[in-house]
């Protein structure tokens, strides 16, 4: 599928979710809603985004975070990318497990263990890795950075890096953009948030 048709298709789904949404959002307003500290919203939420990766592949990525008992979270996301240049899927999905810890007053620093799957396009190969990310919030603003490793059981290891911002439109919806490695390569990634 391409990426255009998946786009018409993610922007229909988040449209309905946001009108769905929208009566509870208008109850839920609060008139200081943006204080540091906050984590919730950090590890608590679902996006879907898009992203551009090297040799001129795009894919689409829905990607879930939860809190479940503080500190600790896991997440998980499933990318759906451009077809290969023989007509292969290109997809991945993984999960993390993480904790989180507060280096000061507004300053958190998460470590997480995550495995999955992938689809190079011919070949498929499961991996497992470790991350860390550092993030902090300025009023509407999450900035954060991260570093990680990756060993893809059959095709090798690789060093993975992200930076990026997510800017609260209100307390539950984000908009965001990062500059990550992820499997396909180097890209930028856009997306849309609600947190929760």
């Not at 950090?42 to 996006?47: K, M």
């Not at 290891?157 to 500059?179: C, N």
Request: proline share 4%.
């Amino acid at each position: 599928m391409k990426t255009l048709t998946k786009l018409v298709g993610c922007s229909a789904i988040v449209s309905a979710f946001a009108m769905l949404t929208a009566p509870t959002l208008a109850q839920s307003q609060d008139s200081s809603p943006f204080k540091a500290p906050q984590t919730r919203q950090a590890f608590n939420f679902i996006s879907l985004g898009v992203a551009d990766h090297d040799a001129d592949d795009n894919s689409i990525i829905l990607e879930g975070s939860y809190e479940f008992n503080a500190p600790w979270f896991v997440s998980g996301y499933l990318r759906d990318g451009d077809d290969g240049p023989f007509g292969d899927g290109r997809d991945a999905q993984g999960l993390k497990f993480g904790r989180y810890l507060w280096l000061n007053h507004n300053l958190v620093a998460d470590f997480s263990g995550r495995l999955g799957q992938v689809d190079f396009g011919p070949e498929d190969s499961a991996y497992w890795g470790v991350e860390g990310n550092l993030r902090t919030r300025i009023d509407r603003f999450e900035l954060y950075a991260g570093l990680g490793w990756v060993d893809y059981m059959d095709a090798g290891s690789d060093s993975q890096y992200q930076f990026g911002s997510r800017f609260y439109l209100t307390p539950e919806f984000a908009v965001g953009a990062r500059y990550q490695d992820s499997e396909f390569g180097d890209g930028l990634r856009i997306d849309v948030s609600y947190h929760f």
